[in-house]
């Protein structure tokens, strides 16, 4: 198993432009989400999928927007982007929706927005 | 507003030594408490979790205390080694239809000088 891909690795963008960051997992699980980490705050979760063709918001989804087709893949799209969103961006996945299993993140995106 | 505050910000120790990183939460609801442990250029990986109802959970090196009555819990590196030199982040969530939404502490970054 490959477990949580993400592409690009880096990426710069000029503000105002749009882009999607990929997120992939081979391992069938239901629950993926996205965090973005900023110095001295942690990750903090922008939104979340607990099965194809259900999404939710989590703590910080303003600017972003995600959509989940499949299992496997759960892009997410900036629509206009701002420097305010300059960050490394993890997706994650778990096996189940309750219960506490264990998230297993990806490699990370760096983004910087100019 | 920060549910999960971790502390300290930096540490830095002797190989050796025992590195503790403490983190302070406010939401009583939470019921499971990871720490991840995330190398330069690496997504975060779980160390080790516990759960409300023990006091400590010992895997190899790595020990979490628990302290319900204070909403306190702390990681501590047994022997530390210049390997794991890396940044922690202490978590919480609530499992349950909560889908189990990790709430991340500031991080700590670690360094063991050999």
């Known amino acids: 198993n490959a477990g949580v891909t993400q592409t690009p690795k880096f990426q710069v963008l000029k503000t105002g432009q749009s882009m999607t960051l990929q997120c992939a997992q081979d391992?069938?699980?239901?629950?993926m989400s996205w965090y973005r980490q900023d110095p001295g705050m942690g990750l903090r979760l922008i939104h979340y999928?607990?099965?194809?063709?259900?999404?939710d918001q989590g703590e910080v989804p303003n600017g972003y927007n995600v959509s989940r087709s499949t299992t496997e893949d759960f892009p997410l799209r900036l629509l206009s982007a701002a420097p305010s969103q300059t960050s490394v961006y993890f997706c994650?996945?778990?096996?189940?929706?309750?219960?506490?299993?264990?998230?297993?993140f990806g490699p990370g995106t760096r983004l910087t927005v100019t | 507003q920060q549910q999960v505050k971790q502390s300290p910000q930096s540490l830095i120790v002797q190989k050796g030594g025992i590195p503790i990183i403490n983190c302070a939460y406010e939401?009583?609801?939470?019921?499971?408490f990871p720490w991840y442990q995330q190398f330069p250029g690496k997504g975060p990986a779980l160390l080790i979790a516990i759960r409300p109802d023990v006091s400590e959970k010992k895997e190899g090196r790595f020990t979490i205390s628990f302290n319900k009555s204070a909403k306190q819990f702390s990681l501590h590196i047994m022997d530390s080694q210049p390997g794991d030199s890396a940044t922690y982040f202490c978590?919480?969530?609530?499992?349950?239809?909560?889908?189990?939404?990790?709430?991340f502490g500031q991080g700590t970054i670690l360094t063991v000088h050999p």
């Open positions: 391992m069938n699980h239901e629950y």
């Open positions: 994650a996945s778990r096996l189940g929706t309750s219960g506490n299993y264990e998230q297993y």
């Open positions: 978590a919480a969530s609530i499992g349950g239809t909560s889908y189990g939404k990790l709430t």
């Open positions: 999928s607990v099965g194809a063709g259900i999404t």
């Open positions: 939401n009583t609801a939470f019921d499971y």
